[in-house]
Structures are given as structure tokens and as C-alpha cells.
């Protein structure tokens, strides 16, 4: 989330985040602006739709309207079907499916506004591959894929796009994971950031609905 910010500012874009920590939002917006870059943002649940609803206002009060939505918030479990709690496996579906429909359902309204817009929503391959252990995980982003794909047809002749990203392993904190180089093999968050500045390039006839990316060399099995 926070390469995919810095890469829309270094374009020129005024950028909005949001996270459940203030002090985090606090720190990225003062690193953006340390670039030059204009910024501002709001702890924002995305589980809360009054918190996302909140945090979409405040970009519109701030920048005049919402032009890109990315909605990237998301969590990981790694558990059997059996081990894994009715709490936690709501919280993975109300986090990286209800948090993306929050956020759509708050921000494609004020791309109307505007006469278009584009939403990019961070999938998973593991959207298309299920995995033992990963049921719940499983289940958010097949079901992200298909939401994104049924929006996009909703909104195309408003003049917004949809498209989802589905990244491999990415080398970051997400699940627990370490940034290290013993994971150096594995795609950069910079990769994710590339992706969603390529799409926004893409002239106004040209809609790439659904990205696959993943680490061109894995470690061999």
C-alpha cells in the first residue's frame, strides 16, 4: 500500500491513504510531502463503512473529488478449516471482500461526480488457486475477483474502469512474512506499484479487467 502511494504521488496525483493506525497514516503522509508530493489521510478501518465513507469524504474535502480508488487492505490466515474460528474468518472476508465493497461503495459515486474514474482492487493468484489451509483466504479473493468483474460492467459506460491485480508472493510483512533477501526471488512491492501506474497509462478505449503477476524465477521444488 505504501509503494502504491508513493508511485501515484511520484505521477503527480494528490493521494488520500488510509490504515487502522493514525501514527502509520501520520508517518506515510509526512514522508509523501517530504517528496513534494500533496497528501493527507485518516485511520480508517475498511471493516467500518461509516470509517471508509469517512475517510473518501475527507479526500473529497481535501482534494475536490476521487479520481482512483485502490483498495489494497488486506489479511492473511494460514489455518485448517477445522482450527480456524468463526471470528477469524469473518474478519478475512469483512477485511479483503466487505472493505472493498465499502470502499467502491463510498467512492464510485463521487467518480460520477467527476465524469469517470478508476477503481483498482489488489486481488491474489491466490484468488484462482486454491490452496489446503488457506480456505478463508481463498474464499475472499475468489470472491473479490468475481464482485470486480460484475462492477466493471456495471460502471464501464460511466466512463470508470475496474480492474483487479492478482500478485504471487510479494516480499513484504503480509501473513507474518519477513523483508529479507533470502526472499529477494520473490516480486517487490515496487512490482504491485508499477502495475497499478501501467493501468492508470492505458489510453481510454483500453481496459486491462484482470492482471496476473507473479516472481519470474520461484525457488525449484
Not at 493521494?15 to 510531502?33: H, Y
Not at 460492467?153 to 533477501?181: A, C, L, W
Request: hydrophobic share 40%; proline share 5%.
Amino acid at each position: 500500500g505504501r509503494a502504491i502511494a508513493e508511485a501515484l504521488a511520484a505521477e503527480g496525483l494528490n493521494v488520500c491513504v488510509g490504515a487502522r493506525s493514525l501514527d502509520e497514516v501520520k508517518q506515510t503522509v509526512r514522508e509523501l510531502e517530504g517528496t513534494g508530493a500533496a497528501a493527507t489521510g485518516a485511520a480508517c478501518d475498511v471493516r467500518v463503512y461509516e470509517e471508509v465513507e469517512a475517510l473518501v469524504a475527507h479526500a473529497v474535502e481535501e482534494f475536490g473529488g476521487v479520481d482512483v480508488l485502490v483498495n489494497n487492505a488486506g489479511i492473511g490466515l494460514h489455518k485448517l478449516v477445522e482450527e480456524t474460528s468463526p471470528e477469524e474468518f469473518r474478519a478475512v472476508l469483512e477485511t479483503n471482500l466487505f472493505g472493498v465493497f465499502h470502499g467502491c461503495r463510498a467512492a464510485v459515486p463521487e467518480m460520477k461526480k467527476r465524469g469517470g474514474g478508476y477503481v483498482i482492487n489488489i486481488s491474489s493468484l491466490a484468488g484462482a488457486n486454491p490452496h489446503p489451509r488457506m480456505a478463508a483466504y481463498n474464499a475472499s479473493k475468489f470472491a473479490l475477483n468475481g464482485f470486480s468483474e460484475a462492477l466493471m460492467q456495471e460502471v464501464r459506460h460511466d466512463r470508470i474502469k475496474v480492474s483487479y491485480v492478482m500478485p504471487g508472493s510479494v516480499n513484504t510483512e503480509f501473513g507474518g512474512g519477513t523483508v529479507s533477501e533470502e526472499n529477494a526471488w520473490q516480486l517487490q512491492p515496487e512490482d504491485i506499484a508499477r502495475v497499478v501506474v501501467d493501468l492508470l497509462r492505458h489510453d481510454e478505449r483500453s481496459l486491462p479487467s484482470r492482471v496476473e503477476i507473479r516472481p519470474s524465477r520461484p525457488p525449484k521444488k
